[in-house]
């Protein structure tokens, strides 16, 4: 038994299937298998007591699943040309924390920063990532060091598109989850002066 949590580079076609079926449900889309096992994608898994409580993908290849997902289909030729004058991306993709979790300050902190290190180890010059959640969006332009792409709506959902450069993973992340704490303390504090009303 794992007292603590612990990264995993999920290098099977099971530990990837199960990775997919679990963000499945959290997420509600799926991850086609073209891209789950395609051999510049690397799949990882954080675990804590044998539990799968959260993961993401780094995708190394030239077919986005970020632009396919976020942005409308008459835009991706514009947006691949943008990425393209600026150099390598790796994306960030099917990033899930257990819901559980997202409320535990040392794991939640302990899952973006694995990201961060796993995008200093295999990451290139610059890195790619989207959501359709707007408050996920207002936490990542928290930093000066994520610069916005692109907004769309697809399915009337709001969709971004960000990217940043590889070299402030750590400093980066860092600062987009202590922005999240500040923002999760004061919600809490708020909760509790209404308590005391």
Known sequence: MNIFPVMRRLRTKESREVFSRIYFKASGLPIPESYLHHPNNRVFGVYKNQELIGGYILGNNSNFRTIALFAQEEKHE????????KGIF???CCFW???EVRTQTRLNFFIWLTMAYALRRYG???VLFGTCSRSLAQLYSSTSKVKFLSEDVI???STFIFWSKQRYAISGISEIVFHKLKRVFKIAKKSQSLINI
């Open 90 to 92: 790796t994306e960030i």
């Open 97 to 99: 924390i257990k819901k």
């Open 124 to 126: 290139t010059p610059y």
């Open 155 to 157: 399915k009337r959902k």
């Open 78 to 85: 514009m947006l691949y040309k943008q990425l393209e004058s």
